[in-house]
């Protein structure tokens, strides 16, 4: 990686300079020492001129069309006169990179704007630290002046979680049909959920679309409110065929008012940034534990006795704790 000194890297980003933005994930994305060092000096720097865009969670399964909706909406948004960022947490590009080639082809017309800048999901680390970059990139992308950032995640496994704790907005995209929210599958998803759009609906088969948007209200009848005085819309239109994205935009400003107005836009974000420290807190430990040979010792010895099914692993992780910390 060419070096950039920390100054040259802000001016660049404040400038609104792609190439050095795009230098700048580089750096918040690498694992090394010295890079990570620059980064966190380059973050702490910034700071102060990050917050300010609103942060939208895209999910929803493979193939629904979020790549399609995220260019479509994101050109309707620069008509808006808003700077957007495109942005992805995607487990599954470690192993299948091929994803990342079908988002740039998918979102080509975006790409090409000026207003517009698209970053693909860090392709090595774990999940955790996966979300960690994209959360980083996010406040980068924020300095630079950009208004929307989008985040898509694959609707698989704990991604929808971390991308809904960086997320101001957490948008739902659905196809038609399905029934899965009334058997419970997915009500993990449907209690993180701000907005839903029922993608994929033309002419032929609003009807069956309606149906399902019934359907859905009726399951989110049952569900406790997220946001006071937020009855969750659900709209259709295809993001294909550009219809109803409208709806969608609207009703995201109109979400972002109400949180702003109930004063909950900042505190969610705050208690947003204490479940990040925290989860920091136990990774940091644990790594020190593990950098630590009479530490870690200690650690092979209680984890056996939990993994030789003989004792309560909750018991051998307390006293492991209490010997760590000698009381
Ligand atoms: N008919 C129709 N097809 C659509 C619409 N939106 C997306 N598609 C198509 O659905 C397919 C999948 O779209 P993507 O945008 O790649 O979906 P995705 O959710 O990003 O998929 P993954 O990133 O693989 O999870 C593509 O062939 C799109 O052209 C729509 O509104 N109508
Ligand atoms: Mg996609």
Redesign the pocket.
Known sequence: MENFSTEKLIEGIRAGDKRMLGKAITLVESKKAEHRDQAEKLLKEIMPHTGNSVRIGIT??????????IESFGKLALAHGKKVAVLAVDPSSTVNKG?IL??KT?MEELAKEPNAFIRPSPTSGFLGGIANATFETMLICEAAGYDFILI?T?GVGQSEVLVSDISDVFLY?KIIGGGDELQGIKRGIMEMVDVIFI??V?DDNMLKAKATKVELQRALHFLPPKEKDWKIPVLLG????QTGLDGVYEKIIEFVQLKKEHGTFEQIRSVQAEKRFDYWVQQLILQKTREDRSAENLYTIYKKNASDLKANPVSEAKNFVAQLFGR
Not at 60 to 69: E, I, L, Q, Y
Not at 238 to 241: D, G, P, R, V
Request: without cysteine; proline residues 4%; glycine residues 16%.
């Open positions: 929803g399964v493979p193939g629904v069309g979020k790549s399609t909706f994803s079908g988002d998918r898509e694959v995209l993608n994929k033309d295809s993001a294909l065929n």
